[in-house]
């Protein structure tokens, strides 16, 4: 399988390039040169298998060429058996024929294990091969960080440093992360905002002078391995609802884009989607783009449900390119123009055609109280913030009730607690069996001033297990 850019001026890359490349050279993101596509007996007759080996049927096409089989099956099964539910990804019904995905049963309680735990497995394997090491930088408001560190943890030629800005993520969260420990983990809390951690991460990437010929990897959403994992959770939702015969819906609370691209591959890969619903919060800009053609960026606001509080959405240019017939140019001029400050609005007939299978709603937080509360009052059951939203667009942008709707649960609540509080359930959450003792473990983290080369320097130093690069 080859790899080419969205903005169509880089190198075709193979699946082991891809995963330790981040962007593409021209600034665009990497997409497959040709989607695998499997035919409705093939998709049929993986009923009843378990996860990871859906899991395998589904990438092995992506990985080809540089992964054999009997090591990605390893890859795979070691992967999904670190998951707390011998379903990996449940089916919960809600109301009829309304269902939520559990997403959250992995390590850290998001759906960002299902891609994490993966990628540091695939990291490993590839650098061992190799005999090279690689440094992750990350930025993190919450999920991201720990979803990382926990993949990587047991990561023989990686050493991952991680930034948040302190005092400004949860306790849960934080400490999801700080009580991780290992000599290539490395928790740093910068006396800063989330953006400027970002832009600490964005400029290590740009001149990686610091690092002394080392290589620096993504692991944000941009990789296309995170984007590849995510696509099987479709393909397990839809053969517990009787698909492939049989179409389903999906809801997905959004950010960045990644989990709801993932769908939209899964159904261009063969598997019957009747409909992608865009959730999002209070930064809309994809619902605003969905609802009116206009993708124009705004302020950011704080939301409870931080984990999509975002201005620009990141993997929408992977969808653009597509919209665009897959015209490299083109999309480099839109994502051009973008950066000048100037928002767009597409062609009408593609937005159109986009708009047959995407909808969207932007939920404020009012309402995804509203909507934990009343999911509590019907069910028992206690959403977080993110998969409430989900569940609040479901409803209101639903085409026909004869077709599934699966809303994809991308967090357990207890990661969440003040949306809960403020949505009047008085029940205490409980901390999964795992994590019971989380509030009571060692912290390891290190603050650091606001100052990229404070930040650098502290890297060069630990680099190497905690060694100087
Ligand atoms: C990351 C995250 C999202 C958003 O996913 P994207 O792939 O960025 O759209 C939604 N909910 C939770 C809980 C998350 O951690």
Redesign the pocket.
């Known amino acids: 399988m080859r790899y080419i850019s969205t903005r169509g001026q880089a190198p075709a890359l193979n699946f082991e390039d891809v995963l330790l490349a981040g962007l593409a050279t021209d600034g665009g993101l990497y997409v497959p040169e040709n989607l695998p596509r499997f035919t409705q007996e093939e998709i049929a007759s993986w009923a009843g298998l378990p996860y990871h080996e859906l899991a395998f049927r589904v990438m092995r096409p992506f990985v080809t060429g540089s992964i054999p089989d009997a090591d990605f099956k390893k890859i795979l099964e070691e992967t999904y058996g670190v998951f707390a539910h011998s379903a990996i990804a449940p089916l919960r019904q809600l109301n009829g024929n309304e269902w939520v995905l559990e997403l ?1 049963h992995g390590p850290t309680l ?3 294990d299902f891609a994490l735990q993966l990628l540091g497995r695939l990291l490993d394997y590839v650098l061992e091969k190799r005999g090279e090491r690689v440094v992750i930088i990350g930025a993190t408001s ?3 960080g720990s ?1 990382a560190i926990e993949g990587c943890k047991h990561c023989e030629n990686v050493d991952i440093f991680i930034l948040h800005p302190h005092k400004r993520v949860s306790e849960v969260q934080r400490r999801q992360m700080t009580t991780i420990f290992g000599e290539n983990i490395h928790n740093i809390a910068i006396e800063g905002n989330f953006d400027d951690c970002q832009e600490m991460v964005k400029n290590s990437f740009a001149d990686q002078s610091f690092l002394k010929g080392t290589r620096l990897v993504a692991v944000n ?1 941009i990789n296309w391995a995170r984007i590849m994992a ?1 696509i099987v959770y479709y393909f397990h939702a839809s053969l517990q609802l009787g698909g492939p015969a049989r179409s389903v819906s999906f809801s ?11 769908g939209y591959l899964a159904r261009n890969m063969g598997l019957p989607i009747n409909q992608l619903i865009v959730a999002t919060n209070r930064n809309d800009i994809l619902h605003r783009f969905m609802s009116g053609n206009q993708y124009v960026k705004e302020t950011l606001h704080a939301t409870l ?1 931080p ?2 509080d ?1 201005m620009v ?1 990141s ?1 929408f240019e992977r969808l653009l390119f597509d919209m665009h017939g897959r015209n490299g140019a083109a999309l480099a001029e839109l994502m051009n123009s973008f950066k000048q400050g100037g928002g767009f609005s597409v062609e009408q007939e593609r937005w159109t055609e986009t708009r047959k299978l995407f909808d969207s709603l932007a939920v404020d937080d009012a309402q995804t109280c509203e909507t934990i509360a009343q999911v509590y009052a019907e069910t028992g059951e206690v959403l ?1 913030p ?2 409430a939203i989900g569940v609040k667009a479901a409803r209101e942008c639903r085409r026909s009730l004869d077709i599934p709707m699966v809303i ?1 649960g ?2 357990h609540p207890v ?2 607690p003040e949306a809960v509080e403020k949505a009047g359930i008085g029940k205490a959450l409980e901390l999964p069996e795992h994590l019971t003792d989380l509030f009571e473990r060692e912290e390891r983290c290190t603050v650091l001033a606001n100052d990229l080369k404070t930040v650098q320097a502290f890297v060069s130093q630990h680099g190497n297990r905690g060694k100087p690069l």
């Open positions: 959250f998001a759906f960002k919450g999920d991201t979803a959403s995510q997905v609370p959004t950010g960045n884009f990644g989990d709801i691209f993932a449900s984990s999509m975002i959405s993997n977080d993110h998969t994809l991308t967090a990661k969440f």
